[in-house]
Nanobody, 116 residues
Framework: QVQLVESGGGLVQAGGSLRLSCAASVNIFGIYAMGWYRQAPGKQRELVAR???????GYADFVEGRFTISRDNAKKMVYLQMNSLKPEDTAVYYC??????????WGQGTQVTVSS
């Protein structure tokens, strides 16, 4: 059974920073590529950043070097450091496996609101 718990969101002004955390309660974690996704009101969920089991990373174009994804396999945690936040980054942020190995499961997400 899988449980993903996201935290660390909040309200920040444009230009501010947040660090998101995702705690995974799963039997096997370290071999799976993990990603941070986001969904803004009225928009589809999109992939923000991804990290392989050994730490190779990739980012959506809109990140533009502002975010850093990392993971701690021993703790079964994934992080997203977000700097230089923009109002358009406002969304609910979720973590999940990139390959969607846990089917349709999504955690509750964490709300990020960036004010202008």
């Amino acid at each position: 059974q899988v449980q993903l718990v996201e935290s660390g969101g909040g309200l920040v002004q444009a230009g501010g920073s947040l660090r998101l955390s995702c705690a995974a309660s799963v039997n096997i974690f370290g071999i799976y590529a993990m990603g941070w996704y986001r969904q803004a009101p009225g928009k589809q969920r999109e992939l923000v950043a991804r990290i392989s089991g050994v730490g190779s990373t990739g980012y959506a174009d809109f990140v533009e070097g502002r975010f850093t994804i990392s993971r701690d396999n021993a703790k079964k945690m994934v992080y997203l450091q977000m700097n230089s936040l923009k109002p358009e980054d406002t969304a609910v942020y979720y973590c999940n496996s990139v390959a969607r190995i846990w089917g349709d499961y999504w955690g509750q997400g964490t709300q990020v609101t960036v004010s202008s």
